[in-house]
């Protein structure tokens, strides 16, 4: 486990400079298109937005899961089980 964690971080530490110089990349393109009458800086900004969005749809869907499970089960936790023959502890 240590040696994935030591290749994952080093692989993430090895590839920040690539993932980092594409954002001027971006940028510099979606002002020219812009500049010259384009729309790709629009659907740009539509597709990060999209992305930004994304983790929160997962994570709220998750916890909505969660809580409905959980409120079923305290619903149907309310009533005493009927205990089983020799069963002393629910007597």
Known sequence: MQR?????????????P???????????TAET???NGGTEG?????GIMYMLGMPYLVIG??????????????DAGT???KPLPGDQHLN
């Open 18 to 28: 690539e993932l980092a110089a594409q954002c001027p990349m971006c940028r510099a």
């Open 79 to 81: 009533s005493r089980p």
């Open 4 to 16: 994935f964690t030591l290749f994952l971080l080093l692989l993430v530490f090895f590839a920040l």
């Open 61 to 74: 869907t998750i916890a909505f899961f969660w809580w409905r499970n959980r409120r079923k089960g305290a």
């Open 42 to 46: 629009q659907g740009l900004n539509n």
């Open 33 to 35: 298109n812009l500049a």
